[in-house]
């Protein structure tokens, strides 16, 4: 079931559409239901300056990308692989102790939809792969 949160989350589109402009860049399939998403990052020597994505995907990976790039802005490159871990863990796992920049995550992890937890990963995933992490 998707919750009108979700769906509220998944309407924020001003991270999405690629323009041309980054110093990172990936793709990432999702093998399981097909879902696809691109994203491309400005990085300075310690932080993230911003995120752009481009999905073809269901509302829920929509959504989390959607998240990810909102919540990635300024972030300090040092915790950013032990962060997204952590998150990646809570999420197949259902477990509700994100990192606290994270903690919007929460509604993309309910009961209802725990079996589509690769979904809502995809974009950490695509975000691991830009760093080669």
Do not use: W
């Not at 998944?10 to 696809?36: I, Q, R, Y």
């Not at 509302?59 to 990308?65: F, M």
């Not at 863990?89 to 995550?105: A, E, T, V, W």
Request: charged share 25%; with cysteine; glycine share 2%.
């Amino acid at each position: 079931m998707i919750s009108q949160k979700i769906i509220q989350i998944a309407s924020n589109t001003k991270f999405s559409g690629l323009n041309n402009n980054f110093t990172h860049k990936s793709s990432v399939k999702n093998s399981f239901c097909g879902d696809k998403i691109k994203i491309e990052l400005i990085i300075d020597k310690k932080k993230i300056n911003s995120m752009r994505y481009e999905v073809e995907s269901c509302v829920l990976c929509e959504a989390s990308a959607s998240l990810v790039a909102k919540k990635i802005k300024n972030y300090p490159l040092k915790n950013l692989k032990k962060d997204i871990k952590i998150l990646k863990d809570n999420i197949k796992n259902n477990k509700c102790n994100y990192p606290s920049k994270f903690r919007d995550f929460k509604h993309l992890t309910t009961s209802y939809n725990i079996n589509r937890s690769n979904c809502v990963i995809l974009p950490l995933e695509a975000l691991l792969k830009a760093f080669k992490i």
